[in-house]
């Protein structure tokens, strides 16, 4: 059952929004050559604090922390630790925020330094397909909208959804219905107003197969091939469709495409 939105949730989901924009945008300013992932997570739990907030993931089935930061072939759910970013990298930084009891989630996949040109098609592709599967939220159009506009972008572009992984519906839970896949599904519902779902694309340059670490969270291509992933929190209200969880403070600091 899909939990509509009422006004006075929406006033709390676009504070959480609000909150975890700003958290993404103090991240974009420590990515750099040299940085200790562990570092982005102290940053983003103190953040959070400051704001008088609280992180979504961190004791979520025992999740042990603030962010998941996968680096190349890591594709999500990536525990940070102890690891210095290098020229050529990408990473994805994954975060929630709880703010009054409503989540919001969002995700960001950056450069570090000069990467390959395979890892900016890559991260160029995953960006359009999340901006352009935002595109078909419209209300009157169905849900599986979204992944099969998200899918056929992936396609074009010679790259792999990775199926295993999807958004989501989002409020007072993280994790609400519907699912929101990065492909085709016939029989979805409609979207109408009150809907706030998450919109996450998850692409990689090798075959999408993945598997689970041994700590039993993170997940990472069979093929170690590199992936990207970028989610933005959206809310659909009085007919129009609004991102919670901008990437403006992120772009203030960051250039993804140089
Ligand atoms: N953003 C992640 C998702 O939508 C949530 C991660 S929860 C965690 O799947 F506990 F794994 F961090
Ligand atoms: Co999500």
Same mark, same amino acid.
């Given at each position: 059952m899909i939990i509509y939105k009422s006004a006075k949730d929406i006033e709390h989901l +676009?504070? *959480? #929004?609000?909150?975890?924009?700003?958290? $993404? #945008?103090e991240i974009a300013k420590h990515i750099k050559v040299g940085e200790n992932v562990l570092?982005?997570?102290?940053?983003?739990?103190?953040?959070?604090?400051?704001?008088g907030a609280k992180s979504s993931f961190l004791n979520y089935k025992g999740y042990p922390a603030t962010l998941c930061v996968? /680096?190349?072939?890591? /594709?999500? $759910?990536?525990? %940070?630790?102890?690891?210095?970013l290098q020229e050529g990298d990408i990473l994805t930084i994954d975060c929630g925020v709880c703010w009054s009891g409503y989540h919001t989630d969002s995700a960001y996949t950056y450069s570090v330094g000069?990467? *390959?040109?395979?890892k900016q098609k890559l991260l160029s592709v995953t960006y359009e397909?999340? +901006?352009? &599967? =935002?595109?078909?939220?419209?209300? &009157? !159009?169905?849900?599986?909208?979204?992944g099969k506009v998200i899918y056929q972008i992936a396609k074009n572009a !010679?790259?792999? @959804?990775?199926?295993?992984?999807? &958004?989501? #519906?989002? #409020?007072?839970?993280?994790?609400? !219905?519907?699912? @929101?896949?990065?492909? $085709?599904?016939?029989k979805t519902d409609t979207i109408r107003n009150g809907l706030v779902i998450a919109v996450e694309p998850i692409f990689t340059t090798g075959n999408g197969k993945a598997w689970k670490e041994d700590d039993g969270w993170t997940v990472i291509t069979e093929d170690r091939q590199a992936t990207a992933h970028f989610e933005q929190t959206i809310l659909v209200e009085k007919g129009?469709?609004? @991102?919670?969880? %901008?990437?403006?403070? =992120?772009?203030?600091?960051?250039?993804?495409?140089?």
């Open positions: +676009r504070k *959480s #929004g609000e909150i975890l924009a700003k958290v $993404h #945008g570092n982005l997570d102290k940053l983003a739990e103190k953040f959070i604090k400051n704001c996968s /680096v190349n072939q890591e /594709v999500v $759910h990536t525990i %940070p630790k102890n690891y210095l000069k990467i *390959s040109e395979d397909a999340l +901006r352009k &599967g =935002i595109e078909a939220i419209e209300v &009157g !159009n169905k849900i599986g909208d979204i !010679n790259l792999t @959804v990775i199926k295993e992984f999807s &958004g989501h #519906g989002i #409020g007072k839970f993280i994790h609400e !219905n519907p699912d @929101v896949f990065n492909y $085709h599904t016939p129009k469709v609004e @991102v919670l969880t %901008p990437f403006t403070y =992120i772009e203030q600091y960051f250039v993804l495409f140089q």
